[in-house]
């Protein structure tokens, strides 16, 4: 399908006006990143706390979020275990000694917004010898013959039974109980009169520390320069070394930039930025790399040197290709973004960027360095040749 045909662009008539706005977007990223001292990273690279948080339905993330926030001070994030009824709730934490206290506050602050104002004992979300010191009295009233390592017992066989799959730690119902051994009905009423259950359960809580962050950090750099250094390797092997270092300046270039709004507008860097930056990073070079194979094949066929002419016919002869690609691309990252939620606005809006940029950069960076390198080179290598023979 083509949208435009026979077009006349003159692509590299206009690269130094693009050169110049290139220039300067980088300049503002760059220029923000040290205003700002640096990127502003998540809670996967500086530090914190991950609580793990089972919901018996469909966890509201919103106001998970809002609850958390109103308790806790610094960026929060809840993120969302797809198919799981579960989320992820990661806190800033700048020393271990805190997670016990931060995750009874996250206790606190869901039981006060989900569960029940009553003294009676959370279920999910209490351990087994709290269970057994709660039913002593209350079994004895019944006159409930239990002796305490019988107790114990039952307790213990509660728990392995919450704990274990479908349940995985949070009961829907006491009915559910009936199916454990040794849990009678008087003993199941008891249960009922001195406990309840709270609508979600605390899986785990971990730290993730400022060493292990800094570690993150540096793989995810260089998981992005082994990428770029992979495809300069393969665009070398494929076409020639410059075809591969202009497509990896050209996405430098990209990430450089996208970064560069990402400190602008204060958002975090986490690990699903990451990945929408190596999405970028594949998307912005299988871009240049139809223009370049056009312009390889327009060679071949006019049996001529590497002209900005021929440079441009094979831009304007990808260029439907180029704005379907890109125009179907952008639209579902602007859909993700203004969509998909908090999860997912960061990765959705280094993509909507990345695409823009990615696009321009194809045909107004990697293809200019292409003709700067011919012409500053190569002619005169073409040229010297015949003196050096006379």
Not at 313 to 324: A, G, K, M, Y
């Amino acid at each position: 399908m083509e949208l435009f045909k026979n077009t006349q662009i003159d692509f590299l008539g206009k690269q130094k006006i693009f050169i110049g706005i290139s220039l300067v977007l980088l300049a503002i990223s760059v220029g923000s990143w040290a205003a700002k001292g640096g990127l502003k990273y998540g809670i996967d690279f500086t530090g914190g706390a991950n609580i793990s948080v089972r919901f018996v339905s469909s966890p509201p993330i919103d106001r998970i979020r809002s609850a958390i926030s109103a308790r806790i001070p610094g960026e929060i994030s809840v993120q969302e275990v797809t198919g799981e009824n579960e989320v992820i709730i990661g806190l800033p934490l700048k020393e271990d000694v805190a997670l016990q206290r931060e995750r009874q506050t996250v206790v606190e602050t869901l039981t006060s917004t989900f569960g029940e104002k009553t003294d009676r004992l959370d279920l999910n979300n209490a351990g087994s010898q709290q269970l057994a010191e709660r039913l002593r009295e209350p079994l004895q009233r019944a006159a409930i013959p239990m002796n305490d390592e019988q107790l114990a017992q039952l307790a213990r066989r509660i728990f392995e039974f919450r704990n274990s799959p479908p349940r995985s730690g949070v009961l829907a119902n006491f009915e559910q109980l009936r199916e454990v051994e040794g849990v009678t009905p008087q003993v199941l009423e008891v249960i009922r009169q001195q406990c309840y259950l709270a609508p979600f359960t605390i899986r785990s809580a971990e730290v993730i520390g400022p060493k292990i962050g800094a570690e993150m950090r540096n793989k995810a750099v260089l998981a992005v320069l082994y990428a770029l250094g992979g495809m300069l390797v393969y665009l070398a092997f494929r076409f020639e070394f410059v075809y591969g270092l202009a497509a990896v300046i050209a996405v430098f270039h990209d990430v450089i930039i996208t970064l560069g709004f990402f400190s602008l507008t204060d958002k975090e860097i986490s690990l699903n930025v990451i990945a929408a930056l190596l999405t970028l990073v594949g998307y912005s070079m299988n871009d240049t790399i139809v223009v370049f194979d056009r312009i390889r094949e327009t060679l071949k066929l006019s049996r001529r040197e590497l002209t900005a002419a021929i440079v441009n016919d094979s831009i304007n002869q990808t260029l439907s290709r180029t704005v379907l690609t890109s125009g179907l691309t952008f639209i579902s990252a602007l859909a993700l973004w203004l969509f998909g939620g908090p999860v997912l606005n960061g990765f959705a809006f280094a993509l909507v960027v990345g695409v823009i940029i990615g696009t321009y950069s194809s045909i107004f960076i990697a293809s200019p360095i292409l003709i700067f390198w011919h012409d500053r080179f190569q002619k005169g290598k073409r040229a010297a040749a015949p003196a050096a023979a006379k």
